[in-house]
């Protein structure tokens, strides 16, 4: 029945989004946080990390999300306010500041709740442009009989799930590994702890593993005993916070402007994928054409936006060209050719 009336949602604002033009699309990020008595040094230290990244002083959070900042804290028994979403500096480095250890007592926690609290007011897909939700806690979820209702929710709201563990119930935490795909381990799961490579009866923590998996999110695992500098060395080397808008490449093919110009320009630095891109469909740079005055001979560019375009410099004049239908320019041989033969972005070499 919900997922039938999320269906239904999705069809009239498609409908609506045809009869009245495009929504705007936002972007969002939220913490989710175990306040609990036993995060004491991991709160110190995460707070310290995300009043940074607010505050702009990492290069992925220069641009901040355009529909807010969420913090959802969350203990047991206790219930703590959600607060956002907000683009209201003062009202999220507030909250930050607030944030404190304390209650808890014993494991697991209402770790289903806090994410249900964090994305009510987040726009469902295809209306928001980026959704992060970045989880921490040292425990496996009491309410893990949310977690259907949570995975709905979570994807409907195309967020990506970032799990961040310093611990789990019952010891040790299981390898994600030992139930997720290789190839999704390779690139997503980073361990730093010792965990077991033994399968857990009831292991909370899957829950969070799977919920990344399916979304798309990282996986990242930590020592409990972790010194507070490493940690925090640890979230900056291994996590990007905020998303670029848009996946349009700002500057020349294939990565765009360096870091420098990116900032100079006003465009988004991708500090994860090192890629240059665009704030919106219609928020480029301007990349200056092949100044050709007071050139002698003749010499060819590539046109920085299409791959089928390029340009000769003929004794001080540009001609602008155009390959035939189904050729892009060939950047090695200087010439027109099939993609087959052009190494990507704008072959398939």
Do not use: H
């Not at 289903?112 to 959704?131: E, K, R, T």
């Not at 929710?153 to 139930?179: A, E, H, N, R």
């Amino acid at each position: 029945m919900k997922l039938s009336f999320i269906f239904l949602a999705t069809v009239i604002l498609c409908s609506l989004q045809q009869a009245f033009g495009q929504f705007p699309q936002q972007s969002y990020v939220a913490f989710v946080i175990d306040n609990t008595a036993s995060m004491r040094n991991e709160i110190a230290t995460v707070k310290t990390w995300l009043t940074n990244c607010v505050n702009g002083l990492y290069p992925d959070c220069a641009t901040p999300p355009s529909g807010g900042w969420i913090l959802s804290p969350f203990n047991d028994p206790d219930f703590v306010p959600t607060v956002g979403p907000t683009t209201d500096l003062t009202q999220i480095t507030s909250a930050i500041g607030a944030l404190s250890a304390t209650g808890g007592g014993d494991c697991p926690e209402l770790a289903m709740q806090g994410i249900l609290d964090a994305i009510p007011s987040v726009n469902p897909a295809p209306f928001n442009s980026g959704c992060k939700i970045f989880f921490f806690t040292d425990a496996s979820a009491k309410d893990s009989s949310l977690i259907n209702q949570v995975k709905t929710q979570v994807i409907q709201k195309d967020c990506t799930f970032i799990p961040i563990l310093t611990g789990c119930c019952g010891g040790l935490c299981q390898d994600p590994c030992l139930t997720l795909p290789p190839s999704y381990c390779n690139s997503n799961v980073v361990n730093i702890a010792t965990t077991t490579s033994a399968a857990k009866a009831g292991a909370g923590e899957t829950l969070f593993y799977n919920l990344a998996y399916v979304t798309g999110g990282k996986i990242l695992i930590a020592p409990k005993k972790i010194l507070p500098r490493r940690l925090l060395t640890f979230l900056e080397k291994e996590v990007k916070i905020v998303s670029c808008p848009t996946d349009k490449i700002a500057g020349p093919r294939p990565n765009g402007f360096d870091k420098e110009k990116c900032k100079s320009t006003k465009s988004c630095w991708d500090g994860e994928k090192k890629k240059c891109f665009c704030q919106g469909a219609d928020k480029c740079p301007v990349i200056p054409l092949p100044n050709c005055t007071g050139k002698a001979g003749y010499s060819f560019y590539p046109d920085p936006i299409n791959c089928s375009k390029y340009y000769l410099c003929g004794f001080g004049k540009r001609y602008n060209l155009n390959c035939r239908a189904g050729t892009v320019f060939n950047t090695e041989f200087l010439r027109c050719d099939s993609p087959s033969n052009v190494s990507p972005p704008c072959g398939t070499l």
